[in-house]
Nanobody
């Protein structure tokens, strides 16, 4: 029942950076875990990064460790994904998702609430 709106996507050259935002509204009190996923054309949706508000933990896909950082602004009800040193193969639609469980998972099927996505295009 939480509404999520992503923003911050765009065109960036390889090696560049972008910061994505995910603004939440609605029943945010039941939102314990937020994850970022991405999906390229013709490919499966894959986990990028996640954060468990209640547990205080974060989790990153191996491919983005050291380059991406997930953070939050509780006052603004917003989650961010800072993406540095972007690669061309990371061109995709990026989504934020939420679930009401305290457990942080990497499976997209475990997240019932999704934003509309924001396009990230990384040029060579």
């Amino acid at each position: 029942q939480v509404q999520l709106v992503e923003s911050g996507g765009g065109l960036v050259q390889a090696g560049g950076s972008l910061r994505l935002s995910c603004a939440a509204s609605g029943r945010t009190l039941r939102t314990y875990t937020v994850g970022w996923f991405r999906q390229a054309p013709g490919k499966e949706r894959e986990f990028v990064a996640g954060s468990s508000w209640t547990g205080g933990g974060t989790l990153y896909a191996d491919s983005v460790k050291g380059r991406f950082t997930i953070s939050r602004d509780n006052a603004k009800l917003t989650v961010y994904l800072q993406m540095n040193s972007l690669k061309s193969e990371e061109t995709a639609i990026y989504y934020c998702a939420a679930r009401t469980s305290i457990v942080l998972t990497t499976n997209a099927y475990d997240y019932p609430s999704w934003g509309q996505g924001t396009q990230v295009t990384v040029s060579s």
